[in-house]
């Protein structure tokens, strides 16, 4: 018979993890949820979804971003009620048992630990293009150091970081944005409005018909991973459960504007089957189309930041994660030691991977890149069905013993969280159906597995010493 936790008792204090410092400010946290929107997926990735969808990857961006508003929305809704640095993982385990949270946690800490290394290999790539000759592992070493020293230091340092990149990369898309509409408008100096000619031409609004609008889905679905490491962030914030609630609220605007708003810009002004969307990027598509000077170089800078950004993130969540799951005995209690307010070891174990991927670019800098993604495959999803099941189970016990915990409540329950649980099922459907994607999915499904096992057997041998400890 499996174990959950007992939720807190009603009326307590939400559950903190108490040997943290809480040195995040609101305006950070604020700047983490706005700045965790724009990421690398969204400036490169999109680009192959444009070629496959056309147009209709406005409805693409548009269905995945409603699946995950549905899900920040559940995690909102448990963070709030109960703020914990190891998040979705936490909410597992007390709503389905520890081999849930197990699984949910350490797959997470992988799937952050994997893009570690991809954004540090993505990173280089942009510095030597600028300066050709210089070897790419060696600027993955430099910034693995440098995000690996300031996640050591006091967690205010890493809130200080990540502000000022969020803070870049919203000035830099709002730009983008206004540009674009004023150019749709007609009002741009050198520009004529383009109407409705690359939404109806070149093939109409959905050129390759249904199968492209779902590869479009797809694309789409991933490029929003990283909207998770908010409530991870919540936990040392001066008031977890004001930022949470502040976050998660905004979440809809912010993923209509920026994903959604982004892509009906650029298609309605570039067409979609010019070569540069996939060559450069869909942003360099449109600067470069509006006669930007030095589109490439502009869209190359902010990249950049997007992926060191995502560095100094995906270090700090895999961090806080490892250190809550160990917490909880569910790892190597050696990780669990916490220095100062910050979880130095698990900072280290959790950086190794992107030091592994410093050795890995300079054998095999050809292929490194697509082989660590399929490793990681469709981890976020596992993940969303854990916080969707979690919350279905969670609202109900939560509405018996403290409702007044419920600062956040998911729309429409239980009726929405069934729909999302649906969708997300749907997508692995789809997924499966695609050569490209079907790898990715086996691969999750391995590991996913294999984590599921060594959860049970743990969780089976402590219900096994319980009795015997009393």
């Not at 540069?276 to 509006?290: C, I, Q, S």
């Amino acid at each position: 018979m499996s174990r959950t936790s007992a939720p807190p008792p009603p009326g307590a204090a939400p559950t903190t993890d108490s040997a943290l410092t809480h040195g995040l400010k609101q305006r950070h946290l604020s700047m983490i949820a706005l700045g965790g929107v724009i990421g690398a997926g969204l400036f490169v990735g999109s680009g192959a979804g444009i070629a496959a969808a056309g147009p209709s990857i406005v409805i693409a961006y548009g269905i995945s971003g409603l699946l995950v508003m549905f899900v920040m929305r559940m995690l909102g809704e448990m963070s709030a009620a109960n703020p914990a640095s190891g998040s979705f993982s936490v909410h597992a385990e007390r709503a389905i048992g520890p081999w849930a949270g197990f699984t949910a946690g350490w797959s997470f800490w992988v799937l952050l630990c994997v893009a570690v290394g991809l954004e540090g290999i993505g990173a280089a790539q942009i510095v030597t293009g600028w300066l050709p000759g210089t070897p790419e592992w060696a600027w993955v070493a430099l910034f693995m150091v440098i995000f690996l020293g300031t996640n050591l230091a006091a967690v205010k340092n890493f809130g200080e970081f990540e502000f000022w990149f969020a803070a870049l990369k919203v000035i830099a898309i709002t730009l983008f944005l206004v540009l674009g509409l004023l150019a749709i408008l007609g009002v741009l100096p050198g520009t004529d409005s383009p109407g409705t000619a690359n939404l109806t031409g070149d093939g109409g609004f959905m050129p390759h018909g249904s199968e492209g609008l779902i590869i479009g889905l797809l694309a789409s679905v991933f490029a929003y991973g990283g909207l998770e490491t908010v409530t991870i962030a919540a936990a040392e914030s001066e008031n977890p459960v004001q930022g949470v609630a502040k976050a998660v609220r905004t979440a809809m605007w912010r993923i209509a504007v920026f994903y959604i708003g982004s892509m009906a810009v650029i298609v309605t002004l570039v067409p979609w089957d010019d070569p540069k969307v996939v060559e450069v990027g869909p942003f360099y598509a449109m600067l470069d189309h509006l006669g930007i000077g030095g589109a490439a170089e502009i869209m190359n800078v902010v990249i950049l930041v997007a992926l060191l950004s995502a560095m100094n993130a995906n270090i700090y969540g895999s961090s806080r994660m490892a250190c809550s799951l160990v917490a909880r005995g569910q790892g190597p209690k050696l990780l669990g030691k916490v220095s100062s307010g910050v979880p130095r070891n698990a900072v280290f174990a959790s950086s190794v991977f992107g030091f592994l991927c410093v050795l890995l670019s300079y054998w095999r800098p050809e292929d490194v890149f697509p082989w660590l993604l399929n490793m990681i495959g469709a981890v976020i999803l596992v993940v969303w069905i854990f916080i969707a099941v979690s919350q279905l189970i969670l609202r109900r016990r939560t509405e018996r013993e403290a409702p007044e915990r419920l600062v956040v409540r998911m729309w429409l329950f239980p009726g929405l969280t069934i729909v999302a649980l649906a969708a997300m099922a749907g997508i692995f459907v789809l997924m499966l159906r695609q050569p490209d994607t079907r790898d990715q999915l086996l691969a999750t499904g391995a590991l996913t597995a294999v984590l599921i096992v060594i959860g049970l057997v743990r969780q089976k041998r402590a219900d096994r010493a319980a009795p015997a400890q009393n």
